[in-house]
């Protein structure tokens, strides 16, 4: 494992240092080798795109190899393969990669148009996906696609809550690093539900439900610090999500327990 965590190293020193067809060079092979030998490593791959990005940004046949990784990837699901095999014996649904490179290159309409062929072809494998591709429908307007999927709203948010609290408090007072995460996970993971529910309501035109299903999701949790969590996803949607994501590296290249 060491050793693939020096590719990708590698491909951050010769970015730093101008190197940027060596960089490019590296990246491609972590993305398309090392970070396929095992599950951490390719999670963590997805999130190192963004480095990718950052090399595009200053030499521009890394956004060129990035755009021409989307199309195959793109063709592969197209063609049936939904998932990527992994050299330690697991598996990993590609549309969520694809997700990804679309987000990078601010490219929410392809995103969209994608989960409609998927839609169209595989539509009970879409509405599995329909979670990875809900920001950028979101994000396009198509707020009754989204509506489509997702569960009635009141009812959702209620029994999110209760869960929420419950995990909370089973694990009061546990400072663990492994604790800590998983609650910082619950918590993002129910405000990013919340916020697209409400949008969606709001998108829909249905303002007076939208207000109090906000309500709903910050007074229905027991915890004062968690409503105030929910007052700031509100008042700017995205904080949670931008805050966590600085620590994902870190976390993802440590060794497992």
């Not at 092979?29 to 090399?55: C, I, K, P, T, V």
């Not at 992994?86 to 929410?108: K, T």
């Not at 969590?229 to 931008?242: I, N």
Request: net charge negative; aromatic share 8%; charged share 25%.
């Amino acid at each position: 494992m060491d050793e693939l965590r020096d590719i990708y190293q590698s491909a951050l020193e010769a970015q730093e240092a101008g190197e940027y067809e060596e960089a490019l060079r590296l990246h491609q092979h972590f993305h398309d080798y090392a970070g396929r030998q095992e599950r951490n490593l390719f999670r963590f791959s997805r999130f190192a795109l963004h480095h990718w990005l950052e090399l595009a940004e200053a030499y521009p046949p890394a956004l060129a190899a990035l755009q021409a990784l989307r199309e195959r990837e793109t063709a592969l699901l197209l063609a049936g393969e939904t998932e990527i095999r992994i050299a330690d014996g697991s598996s990993e649904d590609r549309f969520p990669l694809i997700v990804d490179i679309n987000r990078l290159l601010d490219d929410d309409r392809a995103t969209l148009e994608l989960f409609r062929q998927f839609q169209a072809n595989m539509p009970e494998l879409a509405a599995q996906a329909f979670h990875q591709a809900v920001d950028a429908i979101v994000a396009c307007g198509d707020f009754q696609l989204a509506h489509s999927y997702l569960p009635e709203p009141m009812a959702a948010i209620k029994q999110d809550a209760a869960d929420l609290n419950r995990i909370f408090q089973a694990m009061a007072g546990d400072t663990s690093k492994p604790s800590t995460v998983r609650l910082i996970g619950e918590t993002l993971g129910y405000a990013k539900q919340a916020v697209l529910q409400w949008q969606v309501l709001k998108g829909l035109g249905k303002a007076e439900e939208a207000g109090q299903f906000a309500g709903d999701a910050e007074n229905l949790l027991d915890r004062p610090s968690l409503r105030r969590v929910m007052r700031k996803e509100f008042d700017q949607p995205g904080t949670l999500l931008t805050e966590w994501s600085h620590s994902q590296e870190a976390f993802w290249l440590q060794d497992e327990a």
